[in-house]
């Protein structure tokens, strides 16, 4: 029984280049939020989707950064032309419903050189 | 506004020692108030969760009280074992006007239980 899964875990890029960010959620869930977590940090709110939907992205910057969820596969992360400020732990979480309970992934920890 | 503050943000007990950790939330229409245990370099994992047509739940050693009135939240972990040491967050639900149930996290208190 397959919790929410991420990959890569880890992820190195240069300034200015582009970062994928996948997330598997929990088989079933059809409902994924994503967050982001700086050192020392609570975690913020990004950004949720439904299938082929995006519900709400209240908490993602409006330039360089998108969401995508489509029919098959993995929900994506997408941040182009990355900065340092980018930098940080993005979690994938996942809910059967809209307002229950969210399982969250093991992250993906960028690091922007 | 959506503001979820936590305290304290560390907190050292001896093994064996209560522990309690407070939340407060500042949106009277949150309803949902979810516990994540997050050890050093691992996923956050729900521990335990309180909807406020309830005043209080336990599971073993843990509990969760909420007092809507005062809008504060708090968890109490009980014969604190050295496994017990992480970063906790709480969380408090925002419902938006698309109906979505957004989380709000405390900023984290890191429990360091001594053996």
């Known amino acids: 029984n397959a919790g929410v899964m991420q990959n890569p875990r880890h992820l190195v890029r240069r300034r200015g280049q582009e970062a994928r960010l996948r997330c598997s959620p929990v088989k079933g869930h059809s409902h994924v939020y994503w967050y982001r977590q700086l050192p020392e940090e609570g975690l913020k709110f990004m950004v949720y989707?439904?299938?082929?939907?995006?519900?709400?992205e209240s908490g993602m910057p409006k330039e360089r950064f998108s969401a995508e969820f489509p029919k098959e596969g993995p929900s994506i992360l997408r941040i182009q032309q990355v900065v340092r400020g980018d930098s940080a732990a993005y979690f994938c979480?996942?809910?059967?419903?809209?307002?229950?309970?969210?399982?969250f992934g093991p992250g993906t920890r960028l690091t922007v050189t | 506004g959506e503001n979820v503050e936590q305290h304290p943000s560390t907190l050292s007990v001896q093994e064996g020692d209560s522990a309690v950790i407070k939340c407060t939330y500042s949106d009277s229409a949150s309803n949902y108030f979810p516990w994540y245990k997050q050890e050093l370099g691992k996923r956050p994992q729900l521990i335990i969760d309180i909807r406020s047509n309830v005043g209080e739940k336990k599971d073993q050693r843990i509990a969760v009280t909420l007092n809507k009135t005062a809008k504060h939240f708090s968890l109490h972990i009980t014969e604190t074992q050295p496994e017990d040491s992480a970063v906790y967050f709480c969380a408090a639900s925002i419902v938006r006007n698309t109906g979505f149930q957004k989380l709000v996290f405390g900023t984290g208190t890191r429990l360091l239980v001594s053996p």
């Open positions: 989707l439904q299938k082929e939907n995006i519900i709400d």
């Open positions: 979480a996942s809910s059967p419903r809209a307002r229950s309970e969210q399982y």
